[in-house]
């Protein structure tokens, strides 16, 4: 679907070209494209400025049918994000009109002031990404997905790019999957739905999986995790995926939360806070989504998924507040509130995979607390790691990508306010605030010397109004940040 194009755009027949524009700086060289921009931007609607839009049809100088210039603004704040923006955009609109096959005139290599291997790749994402309709609850499909969208670039410097496309199409396929993972109603994957979901995706991909029903997870000593499952009629479920390649010699694990539907249990949300917690289980999405890509992108390590799926529901089994529970690493913890879920299923995965697979690094992601939503809004998620190493590569990791991550303190003083008077820990701190960090000092507490770092996905996993390359819903975040992380680490 992606494709790298040379073409003469004076002669060869386009159907629809896309040209970005500048307000100040002209950053296209092809002769072709220069009058066109020039008339365009002595039109006094048109300025280049970000939202700008202005479409000739079958002007001179091309072969193409219609030709849109879309506006970015001043040279000077131009960044990667500018391009998957207009690109996811772009495509958005050419779906709405009913349009097969679109190409992008790429800007000329140093005429950005961007690395132009990172303005092809946010490119490439922003339109792989803005092609994707979930409508499988339609009953009438109205709009498809572009069939090709191509990148007008220099002959020399297409092959020097070749492999881009491929690589960007299976980081943003894990996207996707995630996305719709997350969009998907909570009645459509629970438990065992969900996982026979997640391992046939990811058997197609060629990964090995592991399914742990009940009965194995009790034998086990999954704990803490039945414990959060018992109040469900839906049984829970461990997924364990593993992509691996000869000759590798570090092992990452990816611990992502998956909590299909959230009531709080017997600490029972408010319908307000209950509304979108189909979307509790992202974690595990964006985990799922990143080993799918890692298929395809062949990271030089192993990568080991694991992800716990429960369902908390408020019954006659459910845990109660008070209830002491021991975990699968042996430590006990006191329930302080059955809404503190996601950390209980989360520890028992961490420690398994610390005891079974000796990671070189582990990393979990969960949409795990309100709190952080407080402290950082819908657009950032938050790090916590006492690795200063890993916490900096994955704020970078989500700078390159626009998943934006923004590294939160691990104050050793505050895991005073997890201590039980009955329990090794308890599962809530004893004060309403910091509850993000406190939520991470818990977890940190069943890794044990692993280089571990946890992200808390709470705001970003999901958009409501959507954005220029995702639709409402699941935006699939996490999926591009770890892939991007997996080819550094």
């Known amino acids: 679907m992606l494709k790298l194009k040379s073409l003469d755009l004076k002669t060869e027949k386009v159907p629809t070209l896309i040209i970005p524009v500048c307000e100040d700086e002209r950053i296209h060289d092809n002769k072709s494209l220069i009058p066109l921009i020039e008339k365009a931007l002595a039109l006094s609607e048109f300025k280049g400025e970000s939202d700008d839009e202005v479409v000739f049809y079958s002007p001179p100088g091309t072969a193409a049918e219609r030709v849109v210039l879309m506006g970015l603004g001043k040279r000077e704040k ?5 391009f998957r ?25 140093g005429k950005t002031g961007l690395d132009f291997a990172d303005l092809l790749k946010a490119m490439l994402e922003g339109a792989c990404l803005g092609n994707h309709i979930f409508d499988r609850y339609k009953e009438e499909k109205k709009k498809k997905p572009l069939e090709t969208i191509g990148f007008q670039v220099d002959p020399d410097i297409a092959g020097a790019h070749a492999a881009l496309p491929e690589k960007v199409a299976a980081a943003c396929k894990g996207t996707l999957l995630a996305r719709d993972w ?11 739905m969900y996982a026979d979901s997640l391992k046939q995706e990811a058997e197609a991909a060629g990964l090995s999986v592991t399914v742990l029903d009940e009965a194995a997870l009790a034998e086990k000593g999954f704990g803490a995790m039945l414990a959060v499952a018992r109040g469900s009629e839906a049984k829970p479920r461990l997924v364990i995926m593993e992509y691996r390649t000869e000759g590798a010699e570090k092992t990452i694990a990816l611990v992502g939360k998956g ?20 979307t509790d289980m992202a974690g595990s999405a964006a985990v799922a989504g990143a080993l799918i890509a890692a298929a395809g992108l062949k990271p030089h390590c192993n990568v080991i998924g694991l992800l716990p799926l429960v369902e908390n529901m408020p019954s006659g089994t459910a845990i109660r507040p008070g209830d002491i529970i021991r975990s699968y690493s042996g430590k006990t913890v006191e329930i302080g509130n059955t809404d503190a879920e996601g950390r209980l299923i989360l520890i028992d995965a961490l420690a398994y995979a610390v005891d079974t697979y000796q990671p070189d690094t582990i990393i979990d992601l969960a949409t795990l607390t ?15 790691s006492r690795d200063d190493a890993l916490a900096e590569a994955i704020v970078a990791a989500g700078v390159r990508t626009h998943e934006r991550c923004w590294r939160m303190p691990l104050p050793e003083d505050y895991k005073e306010l997890l201590k039980s008077e009955f329990a090794d820990i308890s599962n809530m701190p004893s004060t309403r605030w910091g509850g993000a960090i406190t939520a991470a000092l818990f977890l940190s507490e069943f890794v044990k010397d692993a280089r571990w770092a946890h992200i808390d996905t709470a705001g970003p996993v999901y958009d409501k109004k959507g954005n220029a390359y995702s639709p409402p819903g699941g935006t ?6 770890i892939c991007d992380l997996l080819d550094r680490l």
């Open 78 to 82: 131009l960044e990667a994000e500018s």
């Open 85 to 109: 923006k207009l690109c996811g955009k772009a495509v958005k609109q050419a779906i709405k009109k009913d349009l097969k096959d679109i190409l992008f005139a790429v800007p000329a290599d």
């Open 182 to 192: 997350v969009t998907l109603p909570a009645n459509d994957k629970r438990p065992e």
């Open 259 to 278: 909590v299909t539907f959230d009531t709080g249990g017997l600490n029972l949300k408010i319908s307000g806070s209950m509304a979108d917690m189909k």
């Open 370 to 384: 309100g709190a952080c939503l407080m402290a950082l809004g819908e657009k950032f998620a938050a790090v916590f």
């Open 476 to 481: 699939g975040f996490g999926v591009r940040l």
